[in-house]
């Protein structure tokens, strides 16, 4: 049993010291009692010469292969550089799921890559992981296993249970049952419950269930996360054109999908253009980052120009540059909170015609009323606080209809960005903020230069 530690700098000074001792077997006795899961977290904070010190006194091969698959891809390819393929392939990828496997090996350079093939001893082994390999990373085909539970519609309960314990020792866990003809097309499905409780002789095709969702092997690794969420499925069977079943697709696969597109959303909110982590180089980083920066350099430059071009009624009327920050700051704002609700109801799925302009609508709504109540607020404090009547109905007025303007746009742009197949997250960013300040900006000055004229 392992046992879950707290990993904290006392430990790892500890582990250090045990390391440095070069103390085997005190090293091996801590590798055997830690889940997979914390020794990948360990090995976060250590060197690559500690951390291979450490690998390699992991006794529980199945261990060091889920060590290996929970590893950080970074600190994993940095680690398998470091191994010849030989042992890559005898100490790891023979006790890998295919799946896991084939993720692995995508990492390495074609020529390591292909070491590490040849040494696999199993040769269905790898023959499954090079058909996985072909296909995208972030397809059903790139995240399925080939190992399932398959029964012939044509065997009865007995044989069928025969044929899955044949197949027991290389399934971890199994989530349902697949139902063949002898082509091995998917047919249907039956519960390993109902298999078991069947009475001797029964047949698979009078019991098994022909209602069953698959996904093809060209579908995004998104829309199938959608897909099991949607259904309330925990694993997905994937086939290919002609209904042939080629593999599943496991909920624990499907939760990394979901946690790395939260991740890039999260991302694009921030203004980063690439998948990047804190562990990056710093010119990693900065290149991630630039290309939004520009966007704000641009736009504070375009802002500026604004500004310059009603310089004369601001030079009159020097009072109006108290509220630009409040209504480029309230501009921004009501644009991202439109934006990211729409993105987050089209992460469920893809919306109709009638309900991109119920969309709109809600945020119109929703808009008329906050910019109601604010456009009171500001109104009220600047009549009690002796502001010119001028001055008054501009913010007041400005407010409005930046407010509405900003929330309109928000829910606009990721709906359209969404409709040319563009990530729609990109709009929560700063090119909402950015469009939003600048166009604020030029209705506030403009609605200035006509009321300080009229009042």
Do not use: C
Not at 41 to 59: C, N, S, V
Not at 315 to 344: D, K, R, T
Not at 423 to 428: E, H, K, R, V, W
Request: no cysteine; aromatic share 10%; net charge negative.
């Amino acid at each position: 049993m392992s046992v879950r530690i707290d990993i904290n700098k006392e430990y790892i000074d500890h582990l250090i010291e045990i390391i440095d001792q070069a103390d085997d077997q005190a090293a091996a006795a801590l590798m055997r009692d830690i889940h997979a899961a914390d020794i990948a977290e360990i090995y976060d904070q250590l060197t690559l010469d500690q951390a291979k010190y450490l690998f390699l006194l992991i006794e529980d091969r199945e261990k060091a292969a889920d060590v290996l698959v929970e590893l950080d891809e970074d600190d994993r390819m940095r680690f398998l550089k470091a191994l010849p393929g030989e042992l890559i392939a005898s100490k790891f990828i023979d006790y890998m799921d295919s799946d896991d496997a084939a993720d692995v090996l995508a990492d390495l350079p074609g020529q390591k890559q292909e070491l590490v093939l040849q040494n696999i001893k199993d040769m269905e082994q790898a023959g499954d992981i090079v058909d996985l390999l072909a296909y995208d990373a972030d397809t059903a085909g790139g995240l399925m296993g080939k190992e399932i539970a398959a029964v012939n519609i044509r065997d009865d309960v007995e044989n069928a249970i025969a044929t899955i314990r044949q197949k027991v020792e290389e399934l971890d866990e199994i989530y349902y049952v697949y139902v063949v003809d002898n082509e091995f097309i998917l047919k249907g499905t039956i519960s390993l419950a109902r298999l078991l409780l069947a009475q001797k002789g029964t047949l698979i095709k009078d019991i098994y269930n022909d209602d069953f969702i698959a996904v093809p092997t060209s579908m995004k690794a998104e829309e199938v996360a959608q897909m099991s969420d949607k259904y309330d499925l925990v694993a997905l069977p994937v086939i290919d054109e002609r209904g042939h079943l080629l593999g599943r697709i496991t909920f624990d696969d499907l939760v990394d999908v979901m946690r790395e597109e939260a991740e890039k959303d999260i991302q694009m909110l921030s203004g980063l253009s690439k998948d990047v982590e804190y562990t990056d180089r710093v010119w990693l980083l900065t290149r991630a980052r630039l290309p939004w920066l520009f966007i704000g350099l641009f736009g504070g430059i375009l802002g500026a120009l604004i500004i310059g071009k009603f310089e004369d009624n601001l030079a009159e009327h020097a009072s109006m540059a108290f509220f630009i920050p409040l209504i480029a700051a309230m501009g921004g704002n009501v644009g991202v909170q439109s934006s990211s609700i729409v993105v987050q109801g089209l992460a469920g799925g893809a919306p109709g015609f009638e309900s991109t302009f119920k969309k709109i609508g809600k945020e119109l709504l929703v808009a008329f009323i906050n910019a109601s109540v604010l456009a009171l607020a500001i109104f009220l404090y600047n009549y009690f606080f002796g502001t010119s009547d001028a001055l008054t109905a501009t913010v007041s007025l400005s407010l409005f209809i930046v407010i509405i303007f900003a929330s309109v746009f928000g829910a606009f742009v990721p709906l359209a960005l969404h409709k040319f197949r563009i990530d729609p997250a990109l709009a929560t960013g700063p090119f909402i903020t950015t469009a939003n300040d600048i166009i604020g900006l030029f209705i506030y000055l403009a609605i200035g230069t006509v009321m300080f004229s009229l009042l």
